[in-house]
T-cell receptor, first 113, second 115 residues
């Protein structure tokens, strides 16, 4: 079946612009995670959605970052007023439950000039 | 103390040797444990999951779990250059306010297998 998909695969933007990243999880997966991975670094947790529970936003680095998810479907991560330090790969993962196997999408490579 | 800790490496082993990757975790209530592999420029992919104390083998890979010591490891036998990657340990953390819990990743160990 279809895996986790993300779009766009690459995004180049200018400093100060807003960007929106999209994640389509595997159908039926109630849990959805967003991570940031800078070049040569580990996974940095950003936000976690689990069913209808309030999202865990504890990893969002600043109020410029926000994310939404409608039900158990698509999620969007929005970065407002992008900065050069936002340049990274943004990974989305979904799972059947919060502590179950996560399946990762291919990521969105964001470059802020 | 970090919730999930791994040595960052790099760990370098010769081809054909056994590579041993280690991970410790802080939450004694954790029940699910995973090893992921991430090649440079790619997304993490699942290698193995383990839920019970002891060893679990899958081909050249063996995961070992010791809940009393809060320790999980991954052994790679007959290491190949194609095994060169970053290996991520992930632990299911029980979160009181969210009954579904949450998966926490370590920072990863870089493995290099030399021909």
């Amino acid at each position: 079946g279809a895996g986790v998909s993300q779009s766009p695969s690459n995004k180049v933007t200018e400093k100060g612009k807003d960007v929106e990243l999209r994640c389509d999880p595997i159908s039926g997966h109630t849990a959805l995670y967003w991570y940031r991975q800078r070049l040569g670094q580990g996974l940095e947790f950003l936000i976690y959605f689990q069913g209808n529970s309030a999202p865990d936003k504890s990893g969002l680095p600043s109020d410029r970052f926000s994310a939404e998810r409608t039900g158990e479907s698509v999620s969007t991560l929005t970065i407002q007023r992008t900065q050069q330090e936002d340049s990274a790969v943004y990974l989305c993962a979904s799972s059947l439950g919060g502590v179950e196997t996560q399946y990762f999408g291919p990521g969105t490579r964001l470059l802020v000039l | 103390q970090k919730e999930v800790e791994q040595n960052s490496g790099p760990l370098s082993v010769p081809e054909g040797a056994i590579a041993s990757l280690n991970c410790t975790y802080s939450d004694r209530g954790s029940q699910s444990f995973f090893w992921y592999r991430q090649y440079s420029g790619k997304s993490p992919e699942l290698i193995m999951s383990i839920y019970s104390n002891g060893d679990k083998e899958d081909g050249r890979f063996t995961a070992q779990l010791n809940k009393a010591s809060q320790y999980v490891s991954l052994l790679i036998r007959d290491s190949q250059p194609s095994d060169s990657a970053t290996y991520l340990c992930a632990v299911g953390l029980l979160v009181i306010y969210n009954q579904g819990g949450k998966l926490i990743f370590g920072q990863g160990t870089e493995l290099s297998v030399k021909p």
